[in-house]
């Protein structure tokens, strides 16, 4: 197993969920010892696809903040789509 998807197992057991990851890019956005990674994260779930981007010089750390943040913006589409029921008090 690759470490990049030993991040996206490790963050799927501690945040249970059932999307699929549909895309894993990671591309250099500097050269050098102090280079910075980019990791582009789109996952999909019940029609809804997200993209989660994030920046850092360790690749693995990118991977972990791209996963995280695109499953935040799911959690984000799912509120919007099943809003509470509002009740009107007569």
């Known amino acids: 197993m690759s ?7 490790w963050i799927r057991e501690a945040f249970p969920h059932n999307a699929t990851l549909q895309l894993f ?5 500097t050269e050098g010892t102090d280079a910075q990674a980019q990791v582009s994260v789109r996952l999909e779930e019940n029609g809804r696809s997200v993209t989660g ?16 943040n ?9 509120e919007k789509q099943a809003p509470e029921t509002l009740t009107i008090a007569r």
């Not at 890019?25 to 956005?29: E, N, P």
């Not at 981007?53 to 995280?68: F, G, L, R």
């Not at 695109?70 to 799912?78: I, M, Q, S």
């Open 3 to 9: 470490p990049p998807a030993g991040t996206a197992r």
């Open 25 to 29: 890019q990671i591309s250099a956005v």
């Open 53 to 68: 981007k994030a920046s850092d010089t360790d690749t693995m750390v990118a991977a972990a903040y791209a996963y995280v």
């Open 70 to 78: 695109a499953l935040n913006k799911l959690l984000v589409k799912r």
